[in-house]
């Protein structure tokens, strides 16, 4: 099993509704990441956590909102989506002990927002 | 403010040649360096990384890349390049006090049997 799984892995939505890009981990890390990924602007990061009680804004958070709800659990929310939203979307872990910094990532969603 | 550039959008190769992607960063310390693979329809795998020691790394699927001081640069190679290894290649820098990564904005490279 995936150590990192996001869902859905595709969606199609309209303007103005809300939707929810869910993201799980197996890997028992703290800190989580949410990034949006364009052709030539490569990945662009979106909100991050480092524990449950403690959430970041990125580069590019308006517009976008994030809930932790669990140490392996963190979900992005678009309360009205706009078509420039439509993008594919990557949630990372990485380890807050052993300093490695590597984030690990997973398959990423692909909204359309028509 | 950190910053990476991959100055090469797109590269193509015959199957069997050498390969080099660059890539420069912009950091006022010493950075932590990745080199991640995007393969179609795939998340983001690590090739490998530096943080400190032997400026040449080894990775996996028979990558390397060298951190260079003086040019700011952290070039990825490989001798030999496979038709599987077609994907988009990003390069990313990070650092000890902020945890996060800033990428730059990938090479997509195309094999030719």
């Known amino acids: 099993d995936a150590d990192v799984t996001q869902t859905p892995r595709n969606r199609i939505t309209k303007t103005g509704k809300r939707i929810m890009l869910e993201c799980s981990q197996t890997?028992?890390?703290?800190?989580m990441y949410w990034y949006r990924q364009d052709p030539g602007l490569g990945l662009r990061l979106i909100y991050y956590?480092?524990?449950?009680?403690?959430?970041n804004k990125g580069e590019i958070s308006d517009g976008y909102s994030v809930s932790r709800q669990a140490q392996a659990k963190f979900s992005l929310s678009l309360e009205s989506a706009i078509p420039n939203q439509t993008a594919l979307y990557f949630c990372?872990?990485?380890?807050?002990?052993?300093?490695?910094?590597?984030?690990?990532f997973g398959p990423g969603t692909r909204l359309t927002v028509t | 403010a950190q910053s990476v550039t991959q100055p090469d959008i797109h590269i193509t190769v015959s199957e069997g040649a050498s390969l080099e992607l660059r890539c420069n960063y912009s950091?006022?310390?010493?950075?932590?360096l990745f080199w991640y693979v995007q393969s179609p329809g795939q998340g983001l795998q690590l090739l490998l990384k530096?943080?400190?020691?032997?400026?040449l790394v080894q990775g996996i699927k028979g990558f390397e890349a060298e951190f260079k001081r003086s040019q700011s640069s952290f070039n990825l190679r490989k001798p030999s390049v496979h038709w599987s290894d077609a994907a988009e290649y990003f390069c990313?820098?990070?650092?000890?006090?902020?945890?996060?990564?800033?990428f730059g904005t990938g090479t997509r490279l195309q094999v030719f049997p």
């Open positions: 990372a872990t990485s380890d807050a002990t052993g300093y490695s910094y590597e984030q690990y």
């Open positions: 890997k028992g890390h703290d800190r």
């Open positions: 956590s480092f524990d449950v009680k403690d959430i």
């Open positions: 950091y006022g310390a010493t950075p932590y």
């Open positions: 530096y943080f400190s020691g032997d400026t």
């Open positions: 990313a820098v990070g650092s000890y006090n902020t945890d996060k990564l800033i």
